[in-house]
């Protein structure tokens, strides 16, 4: 049995990559990596990789992070700029026997020396929508952003092993330096060979308050199915926030466990993600919360055009 689930639409062609080489005895290790490649590389989407958004000072800074269920290898960077892929220098970095999280400059020093391909990751695109939303934040007083798109996902293949991976360019106009959830373990990231993985995407500052990668892994160690697991940790933390702290950010997650069985939940509505396996080729979903339940349905045809048609569609400096 293999099996591979990801946070967001974005994320349909490089899960297609990953099922070919699933299919073709490939490992988790390699289908992670190439399926996290695809998403990094695609220049309309705005939060991971190439075209992902710039911090304040219009300086696209990413993290992402690799993370190996047998042997609990972690890798992960911080506010890296200009190399093409993040989640292959993260990999990389599991692999070392300490120095296994790097940001910054370091992070930088080291992708330059292991000769990962560089790029300049700010795009014209980028820029536009950078010059726009500071008008906008000049105009109106509101504040630099809330929406997101980090691309998570966890795997397993057919000799068992799972892994999970991440990758972003964070929150729009997020602070130099600033880093999010996606880059830590146990908060944007879990897995476990033994039990499964799990992956968020939301407002980083608030799922590290749950670990909630982690917790959901937990559960399901205890038994939980993943629906279930996602479920429960998704309305805990919602919960807990709101009654700490008035409000919640937006948590949104997916798990798979090492059956292939897979789950989902969020705290918002428009969540969308893609599942594949051996019994089911990719399908891109859309969930709802309903009073703490969480309902997927197919993404129609219109939902999946309109979605890309809203990418690519041509912007203007205002
Ligand atoms: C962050 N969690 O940096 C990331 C952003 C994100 O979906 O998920 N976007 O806080």
């Not at 992960?76 to 190399?83: L, N, R, T």
Request: charged fraction near 25%.
């Amino acid at each position: 049995m293999w099996g591979i689930i990801a946070t967001w639409r974005m994320a349909l062609e490089g899960i297609e990559e990953a099922q070919d080489i699933l299919e073709n005895q490939g490992s988790a290790s390699e289908a992670i990596e190439v399926a996290i490649q695809n998403v990094e590389d695609f220049p309309y989407y705005k939060s991971v990789g190439y075209g992902g958004l710039p911090n304040e000072n219009m300086e696209v800074e990413l993290d992402a992070a690799y993370m190996d269920g047998d042997t609990l290898d972690i890798g992960a960077i911080g506010a890296i700029k200009d190399f093409a892929h993040p989640i292959s220098i993260a990999k990389q970095l599991s692999k070392e026997k300490v120095n296994n999280m790097l940001v910054g400059q370091g992070a930088e020093k080291y992708a330059d020396h292991e000769n990962f391909e560089k790029k300049i990751m700010l795009t014209d695109r980028a820029k536009i929508h950078y010059y726009n939303r500071k008008k906008e934040i000049e105009e109106q007083q509101i504040k630099p952003y809330d929406g997101h798109d980090t691309v998570g996902m966890v795997c397993l293949d057919n000799s068992g092993k799972m892994t999970a991976g991440t990758s972003t360019s964070g929150l729009f106009m997020k602070k130099q330096g600033r880093i999010g959830d996606s880059p830590l373990s146990g908060s944007g990231f879990y897995v476990d060979s033994k039990v499964g993985g799990a992956t968020a995407t939301g407002l980083g500052e608030d799922l590290m308050k749950g670990c909630i990668s982690y917790e959901i892994v937990r559960l399901m160690k205890e038994g939980k199915h993943p629906q279930e697991a996602c479920e429960i940790a998704v309305c805990q933390l919602d919960k807990e926030l709101k009654e700490r702290r008035g409000q919640a950010g937006d948590i949104s997650v997916v798990a798979m466990n090492n059956q292939g069985e897979w789950g989902v939940a969020t705290n918002i509505d428009g969540f969308s993600f893609v599942v594949a396996s051996a019994i089911q080729s990719p399908i891109v979903y859309l969930v709802k919360n309903i009073n703490g339940k969480c309902i997927h349905e197919v993404a129609s045809e219109k939902w999946l055009e309109e979605y890309i048609q809203e990418r690519i569609k041509p912007i203007v400096q205002k």
